[in-house]
């Protein structure tokens, strides 16, 4: 059974919210795995996401053992699937393209096995009119 208290996380998208997402994450000592369809963001990604990480420990904001523990575990994953495959909680921060999500959900659906929680941020409420099978779960509560 899976810790609850630290979660595997899959980000996609890296991104100026992705690395958000993937500092904030790990300085909570979760596990990461961040994927982005652009390689050149991944490699900057990895460097950034250390200083940021870095910057919240110094700040008294993330326990520095733990974050260290998560930030040497920080997995950039191969592609989509592998990012998600043993995810406990998917955040999606891709840039607002509603048929590059919709793309994004079709290429998981079916692979992943675990339950999973897709951030979707603003656009949640617009995937419901996507007239596509794997969207319209995603867009179910």
Do not use: N
């Amino acid at each position: 059974m899976a810790d609850l208290s630290r979660p595997r996380v899959a980000v996609i998208g890296a991104g100026h919210r992705g690395r958000g997402w993937t500092a904030l994450a790990l300085s909570r000592g979760w596990p990461v795995s961040l994927y982005d369809p652009d390689s050149s963001l991944l490699q900057r990604a990895s460097a950034d996401v250390g200083q940021r990480v870095r910057r919240l420990t110094d700040q008294g904001r993330a326990d520095p053992l733990a974050a260290a523990g998560a930030l040497a575990s920080l997995r950039v994953g191969r592609s989509l699937l592998h990012a998600v495959g043993d995810a406990e909680l998917v955040l999606d921060a891709l840039p607002l393209d509603l048929v590059g999500r919709q793309r994004l959900v079709e290429q998981s659906q079916g692979q992943v096995v675990r339950t999973h929680f897709w951030h979707f941020g603003s656009l949640a409420c617009r995937l419901k009119r996507v007239p596509t099978p794997a969207a319209q779960q995603c867009a179910t509560p």
